[in-house]
């Protein structure tokens, strides 16, 4: 089975704190993602990662940045935290196989709160 | 991407077939119809994908409209643990974007 782990299931920090979200994921995938779901608007993509170093920006980046220097690691951060940025945040991978992109599985998810 | 609608909501008696229907009548040929689902609090699971033929898995089986305007997602017996939003996403192949909706809120009734 796929697994993609996440580093903390629930995070509390401050305005203004620097925030790593980390990812790992067991499956050899190329493809990395992050995620931020809140009520009413379902799933936004933030950036994603088709290989180590490599990074694209999803729908949603502005005050994100993402490291992947492993192929198995993908980490989230938030430079400076604000209260606008309390969600959920998903990491997911998925393989690539002939140019063809295929399903994505999921982390648990890490419950994000600033205050 | 195509867009897809769902119902926002179903009810389904525990053990019970659950059929969950889907509306994709702008897909093109290259886009794949997946499914997830998602239980409280939990990142979204991948349950089954599929293109035009029916597909079956040991979760769910999936049925595709001839025309592929449509699709339902059929779980055999649904148990209690199926309570979760169900999302229908089309995309290509080749796209890294998985568009979540709002799904449909499938609640099982024991």
């Known amino acids: 089975d796929v697994k993609v782990t996440q580093s903390s299931r629930y995070l509390v920090k401050r305005t203004g704190e620097k925030v790593f979200l980390e990812c790992v994921q067991d499956?050899?995938?190329?493809?990395m993602f992050w995620y931020r779901q809140d009520p009413g608007l379902g799933l936004r993509l933030i950036y994603f990662?088709?290989?180590?170093?490599?990074?694209e920006k999803g729908d949603i980046p502005e005050g994100y940045s993402v490291s992947r220097e492993k192929k198995e690691r993908f980490s989230l951060i938030l430079e400076s935290a604000s209260t606008n940025q309390t969600s959920m945040y998903l990491c997911a991978s998925s393989r690539v196989t002939s140019g063809r992109i295929h399903e994505q599985y999921f982390g648990p998810g890490t419950r994000l709160t600033v205050t | 991407d195509a867009k897809t609608t769902q119902p926002p909501s179903m009810d389904c008696a525990e053990g019970r077939a659950a059929n969950l229907p889907c509306n994709h009548s702008?897909?093109?040929?290259?886009?794949?119809v997946y499914w997830y689902r998602q239980i409280h609090s939990q990142g979204p699971q991948y349950i089954i994908h599929?293109?035009?033929n029916n597909e079956t898995n040991e979760m769910a089986s999936l049925i595709i409209t001839e025309d592929r305007k449509s699709s339902t997602l059929i779980l055999p017996h649904a148990t209690l643990r199926d309570t979760a939003v169900y999302y229908c996403i089309v995309r290509p192949r080749t796209s890294n974007q998985f568009y979540f909706g709002t799904g449909t809120s499938l609640t099982v009734i024991p």
């Open positions: 990662s088709y290989d180590v170093k490599m990074k």
């Open positions: 702008t897909i093109s040929g290259n886009e794949y």
């Open positions: 499956m050899d995938h190329e493809n």
């Open positions: 599929g293109l035009k």
